[in-house]
């Protein structure tokens, strides 16, 4: 069940950025950060924590899941350091997954050679 929750989830994400790539002159990059300001609005709101935790993956793995760990690193950090978590929260709590995505690409990098687009 856990994961037909996570499919649901996930996919209906995925599918309200494929509906604004189709349906709208929004780039991918305005969609992509509209996202990630809408997973701290709704986290901001109280209303992105139930449904990471109903969703699991399926709703921490898209991008609007980034939102909400910043959202959710600020929050600590402002209740454990003051002001100061404003700036070093968001990046602490999602620098394992940063980290991880610069050492794969990095990886993938050296392993395949590059070509041009055209």
Do not use: N, W
């Amino acid at each position: 069940m856990d994961y037909l929750k996570a499919f649901l989830v996930g996919g209906g994400i995925c599918v309200l950025g494929q509906l604004l790539i189709d349906y709208t002159k929004l780039t991918p990059a305005r969609i992509l950060t509209g996202f990630v300001v809408l997973g701290v609005a709704l986290s901001a709101l109280g209303l992105y924590g139930p449904l990471a935790e109903f969703a699991g993956a399926g709703a921490t793995v898209p991008i609007i899941g980034f939102g909400h760990t910043l959202f959710e690193g600020i929050k600590r950090a402002v209740a454990e350091e003051g002001v100061t978590g404003l700036l070093t929260g968001g990046l602490t709590a999602a620098s394992g997954g940063v980290t991880a995505s610069l050492l794969v690409g990095l990886i993938i990098a050296f392993l395949f050679k590059s070509k041009d687009q055209s």
